[in-house]
T-cell receptor, first 113, second 113 residues
Framework: GQQLNQSPQSMFIQEGEDVSMNCTSS?????WLWYKQEPGEGPVLLIA?????ELTSNGRLTAQFGITRKDSFLNISASIPSDVGIYFC?????????????FGSGTQLTVLP | GAGVSQSPRYKVAKRGQDVALRCDPI?????LFWYQQALGQGPEFLTY????????KSGLPSDRFFAERPEGSVSTLKIQRTQQEDSAVYLC???????????FGPGTRLTVT
């Protein structure tokens, strides 16, 4: 199946700083998804991207769908303590009649006060 | 409204025991997915149901893994003769339609000793 390479693996930042993380694939995706997972919880969808070159914002979060359709990045501006968690990129593979998701290995974000 | 719920939240099993993990999807969601998340990794697809039909089980790692959704609502993931490598968080997700956003439950953390 397809693989998603996510970087960096972990980040330690000061509260108020901006954060950037990215995801690359060896295959083309038609949709890119960014999820956040907090301890003891399942992933929660943050942003969905459907078109190459698309730039989408959700509050302090901004994500872009790369022109080649093989990469995406997520930016978080003015980080706050509640941004702590693991951020995953994901792409759907059409399987049968549903979209099974392929996930990256995640970026662990720690925000220091 | 109620989200996806999973039980138990934690399960410790001795190697060789059988376990059953339950998922209660969001009411009315036709699609149900199971994912396995190893420590430090992103979730990996196991199997997919549309109503009561299991349309894709390509991600099940061995024939010791079995999933069912007999009435198109609650689903059970069963693992027979558990092995240490089965230790992981098992996530369930549901969606209102096959290609719609997936909503994840909190997961069941399985530890095989």
């Amino acid at each position: 199946g397809q693989q998603l390479n996510q970087s960096p693996q972990s980040m330690f930042i000061q509260e108020g700083e901006d954060v950037s993380m990215n995801c690359t694939s060896s295959s083309i995706f038609n949709t890119w998804l960014w999820y956040k997972q907090e301890p003891g919880e399942g992933p929660v969808l943050l942003i969905a991207l459907y078109k190459a070159g698309e730039l989408t914002s959700n509050g302090r979060l901004t994500a872009q769908f790369g022109i080649t359709r093989k990469d995406s990045f997520l930016n978080i501006s003015a980080s706050i303590p509640s941004d702590v968690g693991i951020y995953f990129c994901a792409g759907p593979e059409l399987s049968g009649s549903a979209r099974q998701l392929t996930f990256g290995s995640g970026t662990q974000l720690t925000v220091l006060p | 409204g109620a989200g996806v719920s999973q039980s138990p939240r934690y399960k410790v099993a001795k190697r060789g025991q059988d376990v059953a993990l339950r998922c209660d999807p969001i009411s009315g969601h036709v699609s149900l997915f199971w994912y396995q998340q190893a420590l430090g990794q992103g979730p990996e697809f196991l199997t997919y149901f549309q109503n009561e039909a299991q349309l894709d089980k390509s991600g099940l790692p061995s024939d010791r893994f079995f999933a069912e959704r007999p009435e198109g609502s609650v689903s059970t993931l069963k693992i027979q003769r558990t092995q240490q490598e089965d230790s992981a968080v098992y996530l369930c997700a549901s969606s209102p339609a096959p290609e719609a956003e997936q909503y994840f439950g909190p997961g069941t953390r399985l530890t095989v000793t």
